[in-house]
């Protein structure tokens, strides 16, 4: 969960369990159909999680017939990444099976947990003692301005943060060919994405200066595979793209 400390700073708090409230949603006769089902779910996912206050597990089970249910889970992201998510899914779907036969869970417990990924992650900051790294942050967004993009809606004089998220595939020979660029120009696909998208964000601010938010995940340890925790560690790309540039001069930047 979060706290607040007394200076006023939002900070993580481990717990020793993972604080979880489970609702059933009982059966309505008049209501089963497959679009009935998914407003159902989705008006308990749309419901939030308090972060301050918990808990930050939520499972709602929806019973659409004497021997049919849905399952939804909804959890706070600063509590399970993207890479703990299958394994919540996968303890809990094993926690099943072991129930539909009569038998308690056995789930392996991992060799290291979040709580030890959490004091590794205050030693290195603690050995920052001469003040390097926050150093370099500072100077590395100094006076970064924020990215704004003309003619689209805002709040009193803020523009929203609010947004959506759209899925969509693209083709496999597309693939193949960003694969194919990152190998000519010696980056990783990654790579090959971020500058597109900066372009993309250049165009449509009119800003040659702006920040990128993206995450990394420090999961390279074998020993944490199995834990469930917030692994990743939010960065910020500072991207300047002055003038008209190249895919190959925006990645050099």
């Known amino acids: 969960i979060l706290v607040t400390s007394d200076c006023g700073q939002v900070l993580q708090k481990v717990l020793p369990r993972l604080p979880t409230v489970v609702r059933w949603l009982p059966f309505e006769r008049s209501g089963c159909d497959d679009k009935t ?12 999680i308090d972060a301050f206050a918990g808990p930050i597990l939520h499972l709602s089970v ?11 889970l909804k959890v706070l992201h600063t509590a399970v990444d993207g890479e703990g998510l299958p394994v919540l899914i996968g303890d ?29 992650r ?14 370099f942050w500072r100077e590395h967004m100094q006076d970064v301005p924020a990215i704004g993009f003309p003619g ?3 709040i009193d004089g803020f523009r929203s943060s609010q947004g959506r998220i759209r ?30 998208y900066a372009a993309l964000l250049k165009l ?29 560690n939010p960065i910020y790309v500072r991207i300047r793209l002055p003038g008209d540039l190249r895919l190959k001069d925006v990645l050099d930047i």
């Open 62 to 72: 929806l019973e659409a017939g004497p021997t049919d249910h849905f399952l939804s």
């Open 204 to 232: 449509y601010s009119g800003q040659d200066d702006f920040a990128h938010g993206t995450s990394r995940y420090l999961r390279e340890d074998p020993r944490f595979d199995g834990a469930i925790g917030d692994f990743s």
């Open 37 to 48: 089902v998914l407003e159902r779910l989705a008006r308990f996912v749309r419901e939030g």
């Open 122 to 135: 205050e030693r290195v900051l603690a050995s920052d003692r001469d003040g390097r790294y926050e150093r």
């Open 152 to 154: 689209f809606p805002s």
């Open 92 to 120: 809990l779907a094993d926690a099943y099976s072991s129930f539909l036969r009569g038998e308690p869970p056995t789930l392996p417990a991992p060799t290291l947990q979040f709580l030890d990924f959490q004091v590794w």
């Open 167 to 196: 899925y969509f595939d693209y083709p496999a020979d597309l693939a193949d060919d960003v694969r194919a660029s990152a190998r000519n120009n010696g980056v990783t696909s990654f790579n090959i994405c971020l500058a597109t």
